[in-house]
Protein backbone atom coordinates (compact mmCIF):
# COMPACT_ATOMS: atom_id res chain seq x y z
CA UNK A 1 0.00 0.00 0.00
CA UNK A 2 2.70 2.59 0.65
CA UNK A 3 4.52 1.50 -2.47
CA UNK A 4 1.57 1.85 -4.15
CA UNK A 5 1.22 5.09 -2.46
CA UNK A 6 4.40 6.70 -3.24
CA UNK A 7 4.59 5.77 -7.20
CA UNK A 8 1.10 7.65 -7.17
CA UNK A 9 2.50 10.94 -5.41
CA UNK A 10 6.07 10.19 -7.89
CA UNK A 11 3.34 10.45 -10.94
CA UNK A 12 1.93 13.61 -9.51
CA UNK A 13 5.15 15.54 -9.94
CA UNK A 14 5.35 15.68 -13.58
CA UNK A 15 1.46 16.85 -13.96
CA UNK A 16 1.89 19.60 -11.45
CA UNK A 17 5.19 21.07 -13.84
CA UNK A 18 3.10 20.59 -17.02
CA UNK A 19 0.06 22.07 -15.48
CA UNK A 20 2.11 25.26 -14.44
CA UNK A 21 4.15 25.20 -17.40
CA UNK A 22 0.00 25.56 -18.97
CA UNK A 23 -0.83 28.09 -16.81
CA UNK A 24 2.42 29.95 -17.45
CA UNK A 25 1.85 29.71 -21.35
CA UNK A 26 -1.66 31.24 -20.77
CA UNK A 27 -0.50 34.64 -20.55
CA UNK A 28 1.54 34.79 -23.30
CA UNK A 29 -0.96 32.89 -25.37
CA UNK A 30 -3.26 36.77 -24.85
CA UNK A 31 -3.07 38.73 -28.02
CA UNK A 32 -0.66 41.50 -27.61
CA UNK A 33 2.58 42.44 -25.21
CA UNK A 34 1.47 40.75 -21.45
CA UNK A 35 3.34 43.83 -20.80
CA UNK A 36 0.28 46.09 -21.64
CA UNK A 37 -1.25 44.88 -19.01
CA UNK A 38 0.74 46.47 -16.46
CA UNK A 39 1.89 49.47 -18.36
CA UNK A 40 -0.15 52.89 -17.49
CA UNK A 41 -1.41 54.03 -21.21
CA UNK A 42 0.33 56.97 -21.59
CA UNK A 43 3.98 54.73 -20.60
CA UNK A 44 7.26 56.45 -21.81
CA UNK A 45 9.60 54.09 -24.02
CA UNK A 46 11.68 54.36 -21.18
CA UNK A 47 9.43 53.08 -18.62
CA UNK A 48 8.64 50.35 -20.52
CA UNK A 49 11.75 49.17 -21.12
CA UNK A 50 12.31 49.88 -17.49
CA UNK A 51 9.08 47.46 -16.58
CA UNK A 52 9.95 44.84 -19.01
CA UNK A 53 13.42 44.15 -17.39
CA UNK A 54 12.03 43.88 -13.68
CA UNK A 55 9.40 41.66 -14.88
CA UNK A 56 11.71 39.38 -16.67
CA UNK A 57 9.80 39.51 -19.73
CA UNK A 58 12.54 40.21 -21.86
CA UNK A 59 14.56 36.83 -21.02
CA UNK A 60 13.90 33.58 -23.08
CA UNK A 61 10.73 31.68 -22.15
CA UNK A 62 12.45 28.65 -20.77
CA UNK A 63 14.35 31.16 -18.34
CA UNK A 64 11.10 33.87 -17.69
CA UNK A 65 9.03 29.85 -16.76
CA UNK A 66 11.78 28.59 -14.36
CA UNK A 67 12.20 31.80 -12.30
CA UNK A 68 8.16 32.01 -12.53
CA UNK A 69 7.89 28.21 -10.98
CA UNK A 70 10.67 28.81 -8.69
CA UNK A 71 8.68 31.71 -7.09
CA UNK A 72 5.69 30.17 -7.23
CA UNK A 73 6.82 27.03 -5.18
CA UNK A 74 7.58 29.47 -2.60
CA UNK A 75 3.90 31.10 -2.60
CA UNK A 76 4.67 34.04 -4.71
CA UNK A 77 2.58 34.16 -7.31
CA UNK A 78 2.89 38.22 -7.77
CA UNK A 79 0.83 40.87 -7.42
CA UNK A 80 -2.87 41.38 -8.31
CA UNK A 81 -2.77 44.43 -10.96
CA UNK A 82 -6.36 45.38 -9.76
CA UNK A 83 -5.47 45.87 -6.13
CA UNK A 84 -2.31 45.64 -5.53
CA UNK A 85 -2.22 42.42 -3.07
CA UNK A 86 -0.41 39.15 -2.98
CA UNK A 87 -2.65 36.98 -5.67
CA UNK A 88 -1.78 33.67 -3.52
CA UNK A 89 -3.68 36.17 -0.37
CA UNK A 90 -6.42 36.79 -2.79
CA UNK A 91 -7.24 33.10 -4.28
CA UNK A 92 -7.11 32.20 -0.95
CA UNK A 93 -9.58 33.63 0.81
CA UNK A 94 -11.59 33.07 -2.40
CA UNK A 95 -11.21 29.10 -2.56
CA UNK A 96 -12.64 28.91 0.92
CA UNK A 97 -16.27 30.66 -0.16
CA UNK A 98 -16.10 27.99 -3.32
CA UNK A 99 -15.22 25.09 -0.99
CA UNK A 100 -18.15 26.23 1.68
CA UNK A 101 -19.97 26.30 -1.67
CA UNK A 102 -19.42 22.92 -3.31
CA UNK A 103 -19.75 21.09 0.21
CA UNK A 104 -23.00 21.91 0.34
CA UNK A 105 -23.57 21.26 -3.18
CA UNK A 106 -21.69 17.89 -2.71
CA UNK A 107 -24.18 16.85 0.49
CA UNK A 108 -26.83 17.58 -1.09
CA UNK A 109 -26.36 16.27 -5.21
CA UNK A 110 -24.29 13.26 -3.76
CA UNK A 111 -27.47 12.32 -1.26
CA UNK A 112 -29.96 12.69 -3.56
CA UNK A 113 -27.78 10.77 -6.77
CA UNK A 114 -26.96 7.85 -4.53
CA UNK A 115 -30.80 7.24 -3.09
CA UNK A 116 -32.09 7.97 -7.06
CA UNK A 117 -29.29 5.82 -8.07
CA UNK A 118 -29.76 3.21 -6.11
CA UNK A 119 -33.72 2.99 -6.28
CA UNK A 120 -33.53 3.24 -10.12
CA UNK A 121 -30.94 0.41 -10.14
CA UNK A 122 -32.64 -2.15 -7.83
CA UNK A 123 -36.39 -1.55 -9.58
CA UNK A 124 -34.78 -1.16 -12.55
CA UNK A 125 -37.40 -1.18 -16.35
CA UNK A 126 -39.92 -0.21 -14.03
CA UNK A 127 -41.79 3.47 -13.78
CA UNK A 128 -39.60 4.05 -10.09
CA UNK A 129 -36.54 4.06 -12.99
CA UNK A 130 -38.38 6.01 -15.69
CA UNK A 131 -38.34 8.56 -13.19
CA UNK A 132 -35.32 8.75 -11.84
CA UNK A 133 -33.44 8.23 -14.95
CA UNK A 134 -35.04 11.14 -16.38
CA UNK A 135 -33.83 13.71 -13.18
CA UNK A 136 -30.52 12.30 -13.56
CA UNK A 137 -30.73 13.37 -17.41
CA UNK A 138 -32.42 16.56 -16.78
CA UNK A 139 -29.75 17.30 -14.53
CA UNK A 140 -26.29 16.88 -16.75
CA UNK A 141 -28.77 18.49 -19.30
CA UNK A 142 -29.50 21.59 -17.68
CA UNK A 143 -27.71 24.87 -18.44
CA UNK A 144 -26.88 25.41 -14.53
CA UNK A 145 -26.97 29.38 -14.67
CA UNK A 146 -30.21 29.15 -16.62
CA UNK A 147 -31.45 26.95 -13.08
CA UNK A 148 -30.12 29.20 -10.97
CA UNK A 149 -31.42 32.41 -12.44
CA UNK A 150 -34.93 30.22 -12.19
CA UNK A 151 -34.14 29.58 -8.85
CA UNK A 152 -33.74 33.56 -8.40
CA UNK A 153 -37.21 34.37 -10.36
CA UNK A 154 -39.35 32.08 -8.24
CA UNK A 155 -37.33 31.75 -4.69
CA UNK A 156 -36.21 35.15 -4.30
CA UNK A 157 -38.74 37.61 -7.06
CA UNK A 158 -41.82 35.62 -6.87
CA UNK A 159 -41.82 34.74 -3.41
CA UNK A 160 -39.53 36.59 -1.68
CA UNK A 161 -38.07 33.49 0.52
CA UNK A 162 -34.29 33.84 0.19
CA UNK A 163 -31.82 36.75 -1.17
CA UNK A 164 -30.86 36.45 -4.87
CA UNK A 165 -27.14 37.29 -4.56
CA UNK A 166 -24.40 37.60 -2.06
CA UNK A 167 -23.09 35.87 0.62
CA UNK A 168 -24.25 37.22 3.86
CA UNK A 169 -26.22 39.95 5.27
CA UNK A 170 -24.41 43.34 4.30
CA UNK A 171 -21.92 44.37 6.57
CA UNK A 172 -20.90 40.89 7.04
CA UNK A 173 -17.34 39.92 5.95
CA UNK A 174 -16.88 36.34 6.42
CA UNK A 175 -18.85 33.35 6.11
CA UNK A 176 -20.61 31.82 9.80
CA UNK A 177 -22.77 28.76 9.75
CA UNK A 178 -25.77 30.30 10.74
CA UNK A 179 -29.31 31.06 9.30
CA UNK A 180 -28.47 34.66 8.47
CA UNK A 181 -25.62 32.90 6.26
CA UNK A 182 -27.11 29.66 5.62
CA UNK A 183 -29.81 31.00 3.14
CA UNK A 184 -27.56 32.95 1.09
CA UNK A 185 -26.20 29.38 0.22
CA UNK A 186 -29.28 27.21 -0.57
CA UNK A 187 -30.02 28.46 -3.71
CA UNK A 188 -26.30 28.57 -5.24
CA UNK A 189 -25.32 24.82 -3.49
CA UNK A 190 -29.11 23.46 -5.33
CA UNK A 191 -28.16 25.13 -8.12
CA UNK A 192 -24.37 23.70 -8.52
CA UNK A 193 -25.78 20.37 -7.27
CA UNK A 194 -27.72 19.28 -9.72
CA UNK A 195 -24.90 18.14 -12.33
CA UNK A 196 -23.28 15.97 -9.48
CA UNK A 197 -26.72 14.36 -8.84
CA UNK A 198 -27.34 13.35 -12.48
CA UNK A 199 -23.95 12.02 -13.07
CA UNK A 200 -23.49 10.31 -9.40
CA UNK A 201 -27.69 8.77 -10.11
CA UNK A 202 -26.24 7.48 -13.63
CA UNK A 203 -23.65 5.92 -12.18
CA UNK A 204 -25.10 4.00 -8.88
CA UNK A 205 -27.99 2.79 -10.75
CA UNK A 206 -25.29 1.27 -13.40
CA UNK A 207 -23.24 -0.14 -10.73
CA UNK A 208 -26.24 -1.88 -8.76
CA UNK A 209 -27.88 -2.93 -11.97
CA UNK A 210 -24.52 -4.68 -12.92
CA UNK A 211 -24.18 -6.11 -9.07
CA UNK A 212 -27.70 -7.54 -9.23
CA UNK A 213 -27.29 -8.94 -11.93
CA UNK A 214 -23.65 -11.42 -11.05
CA UNK A 215 -24.15 -14.74 -9.85
CA UNK A 216 -23.06 -14.19 -6.13
CA UNK A 217 -26.11 -12.02 -5.43
CA UNK A 218 -28.43 -15.25 -6.46
CA UNK A 219 -26.18 -17.46 -4.32
CA UNK A 220 -27.05 -15.04 -1.32
CA UNK A 221 -30.59 -15.11 -1.99
CA UNK A 222 -30.64 -18.60 -2.38
CA UNK A 223 -29.29 -19.55 0.83
CA UNK A 224 -31.79 -17.17 2.13
CA UNK A 225 -30.39 -13.65 3.19
CA UNK A 226 -33.06 -11.13 3.17
CA UNK A 227 -33.24 -8.02 0.52
CA UNK A 228 -31.57 -5.88 3.34
CA UNK A 229 -28.30 -7.94 3.04
CA UNK A 230 -28.34 -8.21 -0.50
CA UNK A 231 -28.40 -4.61 -0.67
CA UNK A 232 -25.56 -4.36 1.87
CA UNK A 233 -23.57 -6.60 -0.51
CA UNK A 234 -24.58 -4.08 -3.58
CA UNK A 235 -23.12 -0.76 -1.57
CA UNK A 236 -20.24 -2.25 -0.50
CA UNK A 237 -19.62 -3.57 -3.78
CA UNK A 238 -20.80 -0.17 -5.34
CA UNK A 239 -18.71 2.22 -2.69
CA UNK A 240 -15.27 2.25 -4.62
CA UNK A 241 -16.32 2.94 -8.24
CA UNK A 242 -19.07 5.18 -6.67
CA UNK A 243 -16.36 7.51 -4.26
CA UNK A 244 -14.28 7.94 -7.38
CA UNK A 245 -16.26 9.56 -9.53
CA UNK A 246 -17.75 11.39 -6.34
CA UNK A 247 -14.21 12.56 -6.09
CA UNK A 248 -14.00 13.94 -9.56
CA UNK A 249 -17.43 15.50 -9.51
CA UNK A 250 -16.28 18.10 -6.23
CA UNK A 251 -13.17 18.63 -8.41
CA UNK A 252 -15.42 19.98 -10.97
CA UNK A 253 -17.44 21.69 -8.15
CA UNK A 254 -14.62 23.50 -7.33
CA UNK A 255 -12.90 24.41 -10.31
CA UNK A 256 -16.32 25.17 -12.56
CA UNK A 257 -17.87 27.00 -10.50
CA UNK A 258 -17.41 30.43 -12.12
CA UNK A 259 -20.77 30.76 -14.15
CA UNK A 260 -23.10 29.79 -10.84
CA UNK A 261 -20.61 32.19 -8.63
CA UNK A 262 -21.20 34.90 -10.88
CA UNK A 263 -25.40 34.01 -11.49
CA UNK A 264 -25.31 34.77 -7.88
CA UNK A 265 -22.54 36.81 -7.09
CA UNK A 266 -21.07 34.44 -4.35
CA UNK A 267 -17.54 35.90 -3.66
CA UNK A 268 -15.58 32.49 -4.45
CA UNK A 269 -12.72 31.47 -6.60
CA UNK A 270 -15.01 31.61 -9.51
CA UNK A 271 -16.12 34.98 -9.15
CA UNK A 272 -12.39 36.18 -8.78
CA UNK A 273 -11.76 34.70 -11.67
CA UNK A 274 -14.23 36.47 -13.85
CA UNK A 275 -13.28 39.39 -12.56
CA UNK A 276 -9.69 38.90 -13.22
CA UNK A 277 -10.45 37.99 -17.06
CA UNK A 278 -12.44 41.23 -17.18
CA UNK A 279 -9.83 43.69 -15.55
CA UNK A 280 -7.32 41.46 -17.83
CA UNK A 281 -5.43 41.18 -14.51
CA UNK A 282 -2.91 38.26 -15.55
CA UNK A 283 -0.96 37.59 -12.73
CA UNK A 284 -4.84 36.58 -10.95
CA UNK A 285 -5.91 34.95 -13.72
CA UNK A 286 -3.21 32.96 -13.96
CA UNK A 287 -2.57 32.65 -9.69
CA UNK A 288 -6.43 31.44 -9.80
CA UNK A 289 -6.44 28.60 -12.23
CA UNK A 290 -2.93 27.65 -11.22
CA UNK A 291 -4.50 27.03 -7.67
CA UNK A 292 -8.03 25.55 -8.66
CA UNK A 293 -6.35 23.14 -11.27
CA UNK A 294 -3.43 22.15 -8.64
CA UNK A 295 -6.68 21.48 -5.62
CA UNK A 296 -8.21 18.97 -8.66
CA UNK A 297 -4.73 17.27 -9.51
CA UNK A 298 -4.38 16.75 -5.20
CA UNK A 299 -8.58 15.80 -4.93
CA UNK A 300 -7.68 13.19 -7.63
CA UNK A 301 -4.51 11.83 -5.99
CA UNK A 302 -6.62 11.57 -2.72
CA UNK A 303 -9.46 9.52 -5.01
CA UNK A 304 -6.97 7.14 -6.22
CA UNK A 305 -5.56 6.65 -2.73
CA UNK A 306 -8.71 6.06 -0.88
CA UNK A 307 -10.01 3.81 -3.78
CA UNK A 308 -7.22 1.44 -3.30
CA UNK A 309 -7.07 1.46 0.28
CA UNK A 310 -11.11 0.34 0.45
CA UNK A 311 -10.92 -1.79 -2.73
CA UNK A 312 -8.82 -4.82 -2.44
CA UNK A 313 -9.48 -5.68 -6.22
CA UNK A 314 -7.31 -2.71 -7.21
CA UNK A 315 -3.67 -3.77 -7.81
CA UNK A 316 -0.92 -2.21 -5.56
CA UNK A 317 1.97 -4.35 -6.44
CA UNK B 1 -29.67 18.13 -40.14
CA UNK B 2 -29.06 16.11 -37.08
CA UNK B 3 -29.67 12.71 -39.02
CA UNK B 4 -26.71 13.75 -41.37
CA UNK B 5 -23.55 13.01 -39.38
CA UNK B 6 -25.50 9.90 -38.34
CA UNK B 7 -25.36 8.54 -42.14
CA UNK B 8 -22.29 9.98 -42.96
CA UNK B 9 -20.75 7.98 -40.65
CA UNK B 10 -23.17 4.79 -41.35
CA UNK B 11 -21.61 5.58 -45.02
CA UNK B 12 -18.44 5.68 -43.99
CA UNK B 13 -18.20 2.55 -42.10
CA UNK B 14 -20.04 0.54 -44.79
CA UNK B 15 -17.28 1.21 -47.21
CA UNK B 16 -14.59 0.35 -44.78
CA UNK B 17 -15.77 -2.61 -42.90
CA UNK B 18 -16.54 -6.39 -44.48
CA UNK B 19 -19.55 -5.60 -46.73
CA UNK B 20 -21.79 -8.62 -45.62
CA UNK B 21 -21.84 -7.89 -41.80
CA UNK B 22 -21.78 -4.22 -42.12
CA UNK B 23 -24.41 -3.34 -43.73
CA UNK B 24 -26.56 -6.11 -41.47
CA UNK B 25 -25.23 -3.90 -38.31
CA UNK B 26 -26.07 -0.79 -38.95
CA UNK B 27 -29.43 -1.58 -40.31
CA UNK B 28 -30.02 -3.26 -37.57
CA UNK B 29 -28.67 -0.16 -35.61
CA UNK B 30 -30.90 2.00 -37.88
CA UNK B 31 -34.23 0.20 -37.36
CA UNK B 32 -33.68 -0.37 -33.52
CA UNK B 33 -33.31 3.13 -32.95
CA UNK B 34 -36.15 4.18 -35.33
CA UNK B 35 -38.49 2.27 -33.23
CA UNK B 36 -37.25 3.75 -30.21
CA UNK B 37 -40.09 6.85 -29.53
CA UNK B 38 -38.35 8.85 -27.19
CA UNK B 39 -34.79 9.12 -29.86
CA UNK B 40 -37.00 9.71 -32.48
CA UNK B 41 -39.20 12.71 -30.42
CA UNK B 42 -35.91 14.26 -29.89
CA UNK B 43 -34.80 13.44 -33.26
CA UNK B 44 -37.98 15.62 -34.43
CA UNK B 45 -37.75 18.54 -31.46
CA UNK B 46 -33.74 19.16 -33.29
CA UNK B 47 -34.92 19.13 -36.52
CA UNK B 48 -37.33 21.27 -36.06
CA UNK B 49 -34.97 24.13 -34.16
CA UNK B 50 -32.74 23.32 -36.58
CA UNK B 51 -34.66 23.51 -39.68
CA UNK B 52 -36.35 26.88 -38.23
CA UNK B 53 -33.16 28.26 -37.44
CA UNK B 54 -31.49 27.94 -41.05
CA UNK B 55 -34.86 29.25 -42.51
CA UNK B 56 -35.15 31.78 -40.22
CA UNK B 57 -34.71 34.74 -43.00
CA UNK B 58 -37.75 32.92 -45.07
CA UNK B 59 -40.56 32.59 -41.75
CA UNK B 60 -42.18 36.42 -41.99
CA UNK B 61 -40.45 36.95 -38.84
CA UNK B 62 -39.39 40.21 -37.15
CA UNK B 63 -36.16 42.01 -37.47
CA UNK B 64 -34.09 40.24 -35.14
CA UNK B 65 -31.85 43.80 -34.57
CA UNK B 66 -34.38 46.23 -34.44
CA UNK B 67 -35.70 47.67 -31.12
CA UNK B 68 -38.05 50.29 -29.99
CA UNK B 69 -37.73 52.15 -26.53
CA UNK B 70 -41.60 52.28 -26.16
CA UNK B 71 -42.15 48.50 -26.49
CA UNK B 72 -39.13 47.29 -24.18
CA UNK B 73 -40.29 44.10 -22.02
CA UNK B 74 -43.50 43.28 -23.25
CA UNK B 75 -44.92 40.09 -21.70
CA UNK B 76 -45.67 36.97 -23.61
CA UNK B 77 -48.85 36.22 -25.73
CA UNK B 78 -48.73 40.59 -26.51
CA UNK B 79 -50.30 40.75 -29.61
CA UNK B 80 -47.33 40.74 -32.53
CA UNK B 81 -45.02 39.74 -30.32
CA UNK B 82 -45.80 36.26 -29.15
CA UNK B 83 -43.10 35.37 -27.14
CA UNK B 84 -42.80 39.09 -25.83
CA UNK B 85 -39.56 41.83 -26.23
CA UNK B 86 -36.53 41.97 -25.15
CA UNK B 87 -34.50 44.98 -22.90
CA UNK B 88 -34.29 46.64 -25.98
CA UNK B 89 -37.57 46.35 -27.50
CA UNK B 90 -36.47 43.61 -29.78
CA UNK B 91 -38.83 40.91 -30.73
CA UNK B 92 -38.51 37.75 -28.62
CA UNK B 93 -39.52 35.21 -30.82
CA UNK B 94 -37.33 36.53 -34.12
CA UNK B 95 -34.16 36.35 -31.71
CA UNK B 96 -34.78 33.41 -30.26
CA UNK B 97 -35.19 31.54 -33.69
CA UNK B 98 -32.23 33.85 -35.34
CA UNK B 99 -30.19 33.02 -32.37
CA UNK B 100 -30.24 29.10 -32.88
CA UNK B 101 -27.62 30.00 -35.64
CA UNK B 102 -25.17 31.11 -33.48
CA UNK B 103 -25.77 29.34 -30.84
CA UNK B 104 -26.02 25.44 -32.24
CA UNK B 105 -22.83 26.63 -34.51
CA UNK B 106 -20.69 27.52 -31.16
CA UNK B 107 -22.21 24.72 -29.55
CA UNK B 108 -21.64 21.76 -32.18
CA UNK B 109 -18.66 22.89 -34.05
CA UNK B 110 -15.86 22.24 -31.44
CA UNK B 111 -17.37 18.40 -31.04
CA UNK B 112 -17.11 18.38 -34.88
CA UNK B 113 -13.42 19.66 -34.78
CA UNK B 114 -12.54 17.57 -31.65
CA UNK B 115 -13.79 14.14 -33.32
CA UNK B 116 -11.42 14.84 -36.57
CA UNK B 117 -8.65 16.13 -34.55
CA UNK B 118 -8.84 13.22 -31.65
CA UNK B 119 -9.85 10.31 -33.65
CA UNK B 120 -6.86 11.05 -35.48
CA UNK B 121 -4.58 11.32 -32.32
CA UNK B 122 -6.04 8.53 -31.16
CA UNK B 123 -5.48 6.30 -33.72
CA UNK B 124 -1.91 7.14 -34.57
CA UNK B 125 -1.15 6.99 -30.44
CA UNK B 126 -3.22 3.73 -30.51
CA UNK B 127 -2.24 1.67 -33.37
CA UNK B 128 1.52 2.75 -33.58
CA UNK B 129 2.00 2.57 -30.31
CA UNK B 130 5.23 2.56 -28.32
CA UNK B 131 6.84 6.13 -27.78
CA UNK B 132 4.66 8.23 -29.90
CA UNK B 133 1.72 6.50 -27.91
CA UNK B 134 3.38 7.98 -24.58
CA UNK B 135 4.15 11.28 -26.11
CA UNK B 136 0.57 11.69 -27.43
CA UNK B 137 -0.99 10.32 -23.64
CA UNK B 138 1.20 12.00 -21.19
CA UNK B 139 0.36 15.26 -22.92
CA UNK B 140 -3.60 14.61 -22.87
CA UNK B 141 -2.89 13.76 -19.63
CA UNK B 142 -2.26 17.39 -18.82
CA UNK B 143 -5.37 18.67 -20.07
CA UNK B 144 -7.18 16.19 -17.46
CA UNK B 145 -5.83 18.00 -14.89
CA UNK B 146 -8.17 20.81 -15.20
CA UNK B 147 -11.93 20.48 -14.45
CA UNK B 148 -12.97 21.13 -18.20
CA UNK B 149 -15.36 24.22 -17.19
CA UNK B 150 -11.69 25.65 -15.85
CA UNK B 151 -9.70 25.09 -19.32
CA UNK B 152 -12.47 26.43 -21.32
CA UNK B 153 -12.38 29.82 -19.06
CA UNK B 154 -8.63 29.66 -19.17
CA UNK B 155 -8.17 29.25 -22.57
CA UNK B 156 -11.17 31.99 -23.20
CA UNK B 157 -9.94 34.44 -20.73
CA UNK B 158 -6.58 34.50 -21.46
CA UNK B 159 -7.20 34.83 -25.89
CA UNK B 160 -10.29 37.50 -24.93
CA UNK B 161 -13.62 37.33 -25.73
CA UNK B 162 -14.70 36.50 -29.28
CA UNK B 163 -17.00 33.86 -31.46
CA UNK B 164 -13.65 32.16 -32.38
CA UNK B 165 -11.56 31.91 -29.26
CA UNK B 166 -14.91 30.44 -27.37
CA UNK B 167 -14.69 27.61 -30.84
CA UNK B 168 -10.98 27.06 -30.31
CA UNK B 169 -11.18 26.68 -26.74
CA UNK B 170 -13.40 24.05 -26.33
CA UNK B 171 -12.09 21.87 -29.12
CA UNK B 172 -9.15 21.96 -27.06
CA UNK B 173 -11.30 20.78 -24.08
CA UNK B 174 -12.76 18.00 -26.23
CA UNK B 175 -9.77 17.12 -27.95
CA UNK B 176 -7.99 15.19 -24.94
CA UNK B 177 -11.40 13.44 -24.35
CA UNK B 178 -12.19 11.73 -28.05
CA UNK B 179 -8.72 11.21 -28.42
CA UNK B 180 -8.62 8.85 -25.00
CA UNK B 181 -11.66 6.78 -26.39
CA UNK B 182 -10.14 6.76 -29.61
CA UNK B 183 -6.60 5.75 -28.33
CA UNK B 184 -8.38 2.61 -25.99
CA UNK B 185 -10.93 1.04 -28.79
CA UNK B 186 -8.16 1.02 -31.18
CA UNK B 187 -5.65 -0.77 -28.72
CA UNK B 188 -8.43 -2.67 -28.43
CA UNK B 189 -8.89 -3.60 -32.51
CA UNK B 190 -5.03 -3.32 -33.20
CA UNK B 191 -4.02 -6.65 -32.67
CA UNK B 192 -7.31 -8.64 -34.06
CA UNK B 193 -6.39 -11.05 -36.88
CA UNK B 194 -7.95 -9.57 -39.56
CA UNK B 195 -5.64 -6.54 -38.67
CA UNK B 196 -2.71 -8.86 -38.38
CA UNK B 197 -4.07 -10.34 -41.71
CA UNK B 198 -3.90 -7.26 -43.82
CA UNK B 199 -0.20 -6.27 -42.77
CA UNK B 200 0.88 -9.88 -43.47
CA UNK B 201 -1.08 -9.35 -47.21
CA UNK B 202 1.48 -6.58 -47.65
CA UNK B 203 -1.06 -3.36 -46.38
CA UNK B 204 0.79 -0.04 -45.02
CA UNK B 205 -0.29 0.98 -41.51
CA UNK B 206 -1.65 4.72 -43.42
CA UNK B 207 -4.03 1.82 -45.47
CA UNK B 208 -4.51 -0.42 -42.46
CA UNK B 209 -5.70 3.10 -39.89
CA UNK B 210 -7.60 3.68 -42.79
CA UNK B 211 -9.63 1.21 -43.69
CA UNK B 212 -9.20 -1.83 -41.71
CA UNK B 213 -9.03 0.13 -37.87
CA UNK B 214 -11.07 2.99 -39.06
CA UNK B 215 -14.09 1.16 -39.49
CA UNK B 216 -14.51 -0.84 -36.44
CA UNK B 217 -13.89 2.06 -33.55
CA UNK B 218 -15.81 4.89 -36.14
CA UNK B 219 -18.76 4.15 -34.69
CA UNK B 220 -17.75 4.01 -31.03
CA UNK B 221 -16.41 7.11 -31.10
CA UNK B 222 -18.83 8.58 -32.84
CA UNK B 223 -21.26 7.98 -30.57
CA UNK B 224 -19.23 9.36 -27.33
CA UNK B 225 -18.68 12.25 -29.36
CA UNK B 226 -22.46 12.82 -29.37
CA UNK B 227 -22.95 12.89 -25.85
CA UNK B 228 -20.49 15.58 -25.76
CA UNK B 229 -22.40 17.93 -27.58
CA UNK B 230 -24.47 18.66 -25.17
CA UNK B 231 -22.34 19.83 -22.66
CA UNK B 232 -20.35 21.41 -25.61
CA UNK B 233 -23.60 23.80 -26.10
CA UNK B 234 -24.26 24.51 -22.09
CA UNK B 235 -20.45 25.56 -22.14
CA UNK B 236 -20.98 27.59 -25.55
CA UNK B 237 -23.56 29.79 -24.22
CA UNK B 238 -22.04 29.44 -21.08
CA UNK B 239 -18.93 31.23 -22.50
CA UNK B 240 -21.42 34.11 -24.17
CA UNK B 241 -23.28 34.57 -20.94
CA UNK B 242 -19.84 35.40 -19.11
CA UNK B 243 -19.26 37.56 -21.98
CA UNK B 244 -16.42 35.54 -23.59
CA UNK B 245 -18.21 34.82 -26.89
CA UNK B 246 -20.10 36.67 -29.08
CA UNK B 247 -20.58 40.26 -28.75
CA UNK B 248 -23.90 42.31 -28.49
CA UNK B 249 -26.40 42.62 -30.90
CA UNK B 250 -25.83 39.74 -31.89
CA UNK B 251 -28.46 36.77 -30.96
CA UNK B 252 -26.80 34.13 -29.51
CA UNK B 253 -28.99 32.15 -26.22
CA UNK B 254 -26.37 32.83 -23.69
CA UNK B 255 -25.81 35.92 -24.71
CA UNK B 256 -29.50 36.94 -24.54
CA UNK B 257 -29.66 35.04 -21.18
CA UNK B 258 -26.93 37.46 -20.16
CA UNK B 259 -28.54 40.62 -21.32
CA UNK B 260 -32.13 40.02 -20.19
CA UNK B 261 -30.88 38.75 -16.48
CA UNK B 262 -31.66 42.37 -15.22
CA UNK B 263 -34.84 41.99 -16.38
CA UNK B 264 -36.12 39.03 -14.28
CA UNK B 265 -37.84 41.62 -11.81
CA UNK B 266 -39.66 43.48 -14.32
CA UNK B 267 -40.47 40.00 -16.56
CA UNK B 268 -38.92 37.14 -15.53
CA UNK B 269 -40.70 34.75 -17.69
CA UNK B 270 -39.17 36.44 -20.90
CA UNK B 271 -35.78 36.73 -19.26
CA UNK B 272 -35.43 33.02 -19.06
CA UNK B 273 -36.83 31.88 -22.39
CA UNK B 274 -33.12 31.83 -23.95
CA UNK B 275 -32.10 29.26 -21.24
CA UNK B 276 -35.33 26.89 -21.96
CA UNK B 277 -33.67 26.90 -25.62
CA UNK B 278 -30.34 26.05 -24.67
CA UNK B 279 -31.93 23.05 -22.29
CA UNK B 280 -33.95 21.86 -25.15
CA UNK B 281 -31.45 21.30 -27.45
CA UNK B 282 -28.63 19.78 -24.83
CA UNK B 283 -31.79 17.35 -23.32
CA UNK B 284 -32.91 16.51 -26.57
CA UNK B 285 -28.75 15.71 -27.58
CA UNK B 286 -28.24 13.73 -24.68
CA UNK B 287 -31.20 11.44 -25.01
CA UNK B 288 -30.64 10.93 -28.48
CA UNK B 289 -27.21 9.59 -28.03
CA UNK B 290 -28.24 7.65 -24.90
CA UNK B 291 -30.47 6.10 -27.60
CA UNK B 292 -27.79 5.71 -29.90
CA UNK B 293 -25.92 3.83 -27.73
CA UNK B 294 -28.40 1.44 -26.51
CA UNK B 295 -29.16 0.57 -30.05
CA UNK B 296 -25.54 0.27 -31.18
CA UNK B 297 -25.55 -2.11 -27.95
CA UNK B 298 -26.90 -5.40 -30.30
CA UNK B 299 -25.87 -7.57 -27.39
CA UNK B 300 -28.97 -6.39 -25.41
New interface residues.
Partial sequence: MLAYIARRIVYVV??VI??AL??FL??H???GDPLVAVLPADASQELAAQLRTAYGFDRPLPVQFGLWLLRALHGDLGNSIATGRPVLAEVMRAVGNTVTLAIAAAIIGFTMGILLGLIAGYFRETWIDKVATSFA??G????????G??L??VFS??LNWLPAVGAGPSGSNSWAWDWAHLKYLVLPAITTSVIPMGIVTRTVRALTGDILSQDFVEALRAKGLHERGVFRHVIKNAAPTALAVMGLQL??M???S??IE??FSWPGSGFL??S???QRD?PL?QGT?LI??LF??FL?LLVDIAQAAIDPRIKRG | MSELPLSATADAALQAAPATKARGYWATVGRRIRRDKVSMACALVLLLIFLSAILAPWLGLEDPYKGSMIRRLRHIGTPGYPLGTDELGRDMLARLIYGGRLSLVIGILPVILAFGIGTSLGLIAGYVGGKLNTAIMRTIDVFYAFPSVLLAIAISGALGAGILNSIVSLTVVFVPQITRVAESVTTGVRNMDFVEAARASGAGPFTIMRVHILGNVLGAIFVYATSLISVSMILAAGLSFLGLGTKPPEPEWGLMLNTLRTAIYVNPWVAALPGAMIFAVSICFNLLSDGLRSAMDIRN
Avoid: D, E, R
Wanted: aromatic share 10%; glycine share 6%.
Fill in positions: PISVVCLVITPIAVSVPHYWLMLVIVQGYLGGILTVLNAIFLLILAFVN
